[in-house]
């Protein structure tokens, strides 16, 4: 699935991060969601690979990269550390300016990235999130049901590691299937590369841990960071899936542009056909609004590599 690209493990300090790397323009890091690895990127990265020195990783906690020891306030899987482990990674590959990717857990890590480091990120594509903090805040019955993972996976443990680890298939599956996609369509190699990833304890423990932090931590560098009045300021690129309950829910709000837009000083985007994993499941849509999105000489956008 990934023809010609290097692999590496790279010492991110307290942790290591896998990567793979194919491509010699500028760089473009592309970061993963739930219940997802790197893998999910198997028919964007090569493709993206023409244009960018692509490099796709794995965040800690997931899939080949560490599981370093947490403590009681969820601290070591908080947002702003994860983006932390990606400056490292993208300095130890000679990147001091990059542009990102992110999409679910790994859009929450790539918008902490572009507010924390400003003058690293160039340009940024999130991939069917709203702000951690604002879906929290406006989260009601409908997202209770829909979206499992953010509540169930932050109770304390030992209750949603338990579960996870005794059917790993079936959360799987259920996240395949609610969030508005096909098992069908997924191929049958990564679909288990996922299954097997979560039947590591230490690694279902490390992601019940971003979620913990996400509903504490995370959730108050948002509020913090709004009432601050602090913004992207590198040009985003939003993509959701059309029809999902990301498309439809916060129309009053003006749709995921209304939201971003109190977010970040200039926001483009637009719904994508495919379900909440669109780029594995419509890859050329993908491609192409993230070609469009980032291929544009940096010297006429007044970007620098």
């Not at 993972?149 to 299937?177: G, K, T, Y």
Request: charge should be negative.
């Amino acid at each position: 699935m990934f023809d010609g690209f290097e692999t590496a493990v790279v010492d991110a300090g307290d942790t290591t991060i896998f990567i793979r790397r194919k491509g010699n323009g500028r760089p473009l890091l592309l970061l993963h969601g739930f219940p997802q690895t790197h893998v999910m990127w198997h028919r964007v990265a090569p493709a993206l690979a023409a244009g960018f020195t692509v490099i796709c990783a794995d965040l800690r906690g997931y899939g080949a990269s560490g599981k370093p020891p947490s403590t009681p306030d969820h601290a070591p899987y908080a947002k702003g550390v994860m983006a932390r482990d990606m400056i490292r990674v993208m300095d130890h590959l000679g990147f001091p300016r990059f542009s990102v990717v992110g999409h679910d857990r790994g859009a929450r890590v790539a918008y902490r990235l572009a507010l924390d480091h400003p003058d690293r990120v160039t340009r940024l594509a999130l991939l069917d999130v709203i702000p951690t903090g604002e879906a929290f805040r406006r989260a009601d019955v409908r997202f209770a049901l829909a979206f499992w993972p953010w509540s169930l996976l932050a109770q304390p443990e030992p209750l949603p590691e338990r579960l996870i680890l005794a059917d790993p298939a079936a959360v799987v599956d259920d996240a395949l299937h609610q969030w508005g996609s096909d098992r069908a369509s997924f191929l049958s190699t990564v679909r288990t590369a996922y299954v097997d990833a979560l039947r590591d304890p230490d690694t279902v423990h490390a992601i019940c841990e971003e979620y913990r932090a996400a509903a504490t931590i995370d959730y108050a560098r948002d509020i913090e960071d709004q009432s601050a009045g602090r913004r992207i300021a590198c040009p985003t690129l939003v993509l959701w899936s059309a029809g999902s309950a990301l498309d439809t829910w916060y129309e009053p709000a003006g749709g995921p542009m209304g939201i971003w837009r109190q977010w970040a000083a200039d926001v483009s985007g637009r719904p994508i056909a495919g379900g909440h994993f669109f780029p594995e499941q419509n890859a050329d849509e993908t491609v192409r609004e993230l070609h469009a999105f980032f291929n544009p000489s940096p010297r006429l956008r007044g970007e620098t590599d």
